[in-house]
């Protein structure tokens, strides 16, 4: 069914519900992207991120992912935090100071789902968070919503790059947005701030040099020996090659609730973190994205830090 007609009234309800942006692309093969993700895996640079390796196919075509669609809505959900954690406390990501972000988002995106529904008619589609082999930063910079950065993140010049993404993948059909103009230029402060040289090649990441993944992905007992005195205290995720990034003076703090951090864990001191017990653990991030590391990755990574 042809929709754009309703892509103005889309984007306007989307905004309602929190999202930043909202952009159209085709459903379709990623000609480009195949060969580079086949390179990127092929040089292990995805680490024991295993299941990036697959679905192949589906990851590169959302049309085998999910029949007849023939769209993708990419959305941005900000998420960027008015305030931060005390100095000198091992570092949290600022995605992980509030809710588990899947469900928060997951939960606004089947209200613009139901809404589609009401204006338009019944569709067919599928809703993804980060949960499925979707190249998300792909299908958003096809939607018009930014450019991928030489961190290999989504920026956007108005918003930064402290966002999520999401998308709906359906039966309607748009006409594609038009993409976005790389204004990266001449900078490099991702690369020169990376202090494990993740980023040492513009626009590529080698995952397993990247503290995200290193306190996140890597499920090892001990961190490799060679990230010691590199971490710059961050024990789960790193923020560095965003904070850095000139577009991000542009990010505001986030309007959702369910994002607002705790400010008993953003006002905790560096020996309540290091004598955190497992039970406090649980209970501490049972809604949070924090809980993927298990208490025992998290005491990994702080004891990492000291040792």
């Not at 999910?66 to 954690?85: C, K, M, R």
């Not at 949960?131 to 910079?141: H, L, R, Y």
């Not at 973190?273 to 039970?279: A, H, M, N, V």
């Amino acid at each position: 069914m042809l929709a754009d007609a309703y892509k103005h009234a889309i984007r306007e309800k989307a905004t309602e519900l929190g999202f930043l942006h909202c952009g159209f692309s085709k459903a379709g093969f990623l000609a480009h992207e195949a060969p580079l993700l086949e390179t990127w895996l092929k040089n292990n640079q995805h680490g024991e991120m295993r299941y990036m390796e697959n679905h192949f196919d589906k990851r590169l075509n959302p049309t085998l992912l999910v029949e007849g669609s023939q769209s993708v809505i990419s959305l941005l959900f900000n998420y960027h935090p008015a305030e931060t954690q005390n100095p000198g406390v091992p570092k949290i990501a600022k995605y992980a100071y509030g809710e588990d972000y899947h469900q928060v988002i997951k939960d606004h995106l089947n209200t613009l789902i139901e809404w589609i529904a009401l204006e338009i008619g019944e569709i067919q589609c599928r809703v993804f968070v980060d949960s499925a082999p979707v190249m998300d930063k792909v299908w958003a910079k096809k939607s018009g919503l930014g450019w991928l950065g030489k961190n290999t993140n989504l920026i956007h010049p108005k918003e930064g790059s402290f966002f999520f993404i999401a998308e709906i993948i359906s039966d309607l059909t748009f006409s594609q947005d038009a993409p976005m103009k790389d204004y990266c230029g001449t900078c490099t402060r991702c690369i020169d701030a990376c202090p494990t040289d993740a980023l040492a090649v513009p626009y590529q990441i080698d995952a397993k040099k990247c503290i995200s993944y290193l306190t996140i992905e890597l499920k090892d007992e001990i961190i490799p020996s060679e990230f010691k005195g590199k971490m710059e205290h961050w024990a789960f995720g790193c923020d560095i090659c965003q904070d850095v990034c000139p577009w991000n003076r542009f990010s505001k703090p986030t309007k959702e609730q369910r994002f607002m951090p705790d400010f008993s864990i953003l006002n905790l001191a560096e020996e309540d973190w290091r004598g955190l017990r497992k039970e406090a653990f649980q209970e501490m991030f049972k809604h949070s994205a924090i809980k993927r590391t298990k208490y025992e990755g998290w005491m990994r990574n702080v004891n990492f830090l000291s040792e």
